[in-house]
T-cell receptor, first 115, second 111 residues
Framework: DVKVTQSSRYLVKRTGEKVFLECVQD?????MFWYRQDPGLGLRLIYF???????EKGDIPEGYSVSREKKERFSLILESASTNQTSMYLC??????????????FGPGTRLTVT | LAKTTQPISMDSYEGQEVNITCSHN???????ITWYQQFPSQGPRFIIQ???TKVTNEVASLFIPADRKSSTLSLPRVSLSDTAVYYC????????????FGKGTRLHILP
């Protein structure tokens, strides 16, 4: 079974703090993704990575950065947390292939509150 | 990327078959259609994927007409535990790998 784990289920941070959200997958997947999910807005892609040290911006990268130093780990960084970054953050991974849209495996999510 | 349109919400009753339709008028030749299910406080879970005609697995069926401009996810004999948000996605892996989930369809199963 594919397992995607996220470092925390719940996190409370103060405005201006630097926040690290960690994601680890155990299936040797090449692709990893960070989404945020807000009521009424569905899932929105923040960043994704298709290889170690590679990253691509998603739809809403502003205020975020990412790090992929090892294949199994993909970190999301909030450089200076703001209240509008209060959200559910979901990490996902998928194998690399061509053709079909590959199944993404999601972690349980981290509910971040910025006060 | 092909944009998808699906109903915001649907209600149904236990034991009934539920069909959720997704429109994707500008689907490209290489695009596949994928559906995910998401329960509250969990990440989405892959349900089914297809390219054309019909695909069936132990969870659902996916019907895709010849023009591929829409697709229908069919859930047979739903139960209360099928209450979830269902997302329709369209895309392939040869592009920029961005995958748009959209807002999904909130399915509510009533007893």
């Amino acid at each position: 079974d594919v397992k995607v784990t996220q470092s925390s289920r719940y996190l409370v941070k103060r405005t201006g703090e630097k926040v690290f959200l960690e994601c680890v997958q155990d299936m040797d997947h090449e692709n990893m993704f960070w989404y945020r999910q807000d009521p009424g807005l569905g899932l929105r892609l923040i960043y994704f990575s298709y290889d170690v040290k590679m990253k691509e911006k998603g739809d809403i990268p502003e205020g975020y950065s990412v790090s992929r130093e090892k294949k199994e780990r993909f970190s999301l960084i909030l450089e200076s947390a703001s209240t509008n970054q209060t959200s559910m953050y979901l990490c996902a991974s998928s194998p690399l292939s061509s053709g079909s849209l590959n199944e993404q495996y999601f972690g349980p999510g981290t509910r971040l509150t910025v006060t | 990327l092909a944009k998808t349109t699906q109903p915001i919400s649907m209600d149904s009753y236990e034991g009934q078959e539920v069909n959720i339709t997704c429109s994707h008028n500008n689907i490209a030749t290489n695009d596949y259609i994928t559906w995910y299910q998401q329960f509250p406080s969990q990440g989405p879970r892959f349900i089914i994927q297809g390219y054309k005609t019909k695909v069936t697995n132990e969870v659902a069926s996916l019907f895709i007409p010849a023009d591929r401009k829409s697709s229908t996810l069919s859930l047979p004999r739903v139960s209360l535990s099928d209450t979830a948000v269902y997302y329709c996605l369209v895309g392939d892996r040869s592009g920029d790998d961005k995958i748009i989930f959209g807002k999904g369809t909130r399915l509510h199963i009533l007893p």
